[in-house]
């Protein structure tokens, strides 16, 4: 298995521009995470997918963030419009269910916000 | 509110050192905790996941204890090497959820 994929690796953009950051979770995993790493909040849990099914938002920062699973392989994270304050590696995990759950990550994106 | 812990923040060690890495929760109502590694600009690896209701897991030279009550897990690293070199992570499951959430980390060093 190639693990969880993201991409891009890395994005620069501008203030006030809309960012599309995207994960592909491990075939037959049905948790997905995503998560955002900065050095002064450390990793932070922004949103997990059950089957799709968005559980647990209360981590998305703001409005102006939005995550969606359409389908079991493809999910989105959404920062519209963007602020040089969301600059931060995120990344994507996934997990099976039960209670072995181990998370796989991602090796992230790292987002930069001019 | 679940609150994890790491000390200490940074080590630096001589090769061959037997080392221990402390994680400590605020809330012992956890499901499970899982320790992790992570490389300068990588991703997280995976090293060891304790179920609330065991006391250790052990992988090669890792070994992984949990002491719930007391809100405590320590990872034991024997005969350090420098690939050992990383930031350590450990993370909390929260009870009857699948949230996590993550300590501080420990950067580690192991000098040749």
């Known amino acids: 298995d190639a693990g969880v994929i993201q991409s891009p690796r890395h994005e620069v953009t501008e203030m006030g521009q809309e960012v599309t950051l995207r994960c592909k979770p491990i075939?037959?995993?049905?948790?997905l995470f995503w998560y955002r790493q900065t050095m002064m909040r450390g990793l932070e849990l922004l949103i997990y997918?059950?089957?799709?099914?968005?559980?647990?938002d209360s981590g998305m920062p703001e409005d102006r963030f939005s995550a969606k699973m359409p389908n079991a392989s493809f999910s989105t994270l959404k920062i519209q419009p963007s602020e040089p304050r969301d600059s931060a590696v995120y990344f994507c995990?996934?997990?099976?269910?039960?209670?072995?759950?181990?998370?796989?990550f991602g090796p992230g994106t790292r987002l930069t916000v001019l | 509110k679940q609150e994890v812990t790491q000390i200490p923040a940074a080590l630096s060690v001589p090769e061959g050192e037997n080392l221990v890495l402390n994680c400590s929760f605020t809330d012992s109502a956890i499901y499970n905790l899982q320790w992790f590694r992570q490389d300068p600009g990588k991703g997280l690896t995976s090293l060891l996941l304790?179920?609330?209701?065991?006391r250790e897991q052990t992988s090669g030279r890792l070994n992984a204890s949990l002491d719930k009550s007391s809100g405590r897990s320590t990872l034991y690293i024997a005969a350090s090497q420098p690939g050992d070199s990383a930031t350590y992570l450990c993370?909390?499951?929260?009870?009857?959820?699948?949230?996590?959430?993550f300590g501080t980390g420990t950067r580690l060093k192991v000098l040749a």
């Open positions: 995990a996934s997990s099976l269910t039960g209670p072995y759950n181990e998370q796989f």
């Open positions: 997918f059950n089957n799709n099914v968005p559980i647990d």
């Open positions: 993370a909390v499951r929260v009870g009857g959820t699948y949230k996590y959430i």
């Open positions: 304790i179920q609330s209701s065991q």
């Open positions: 075939s037959g995993h049905d948790y």
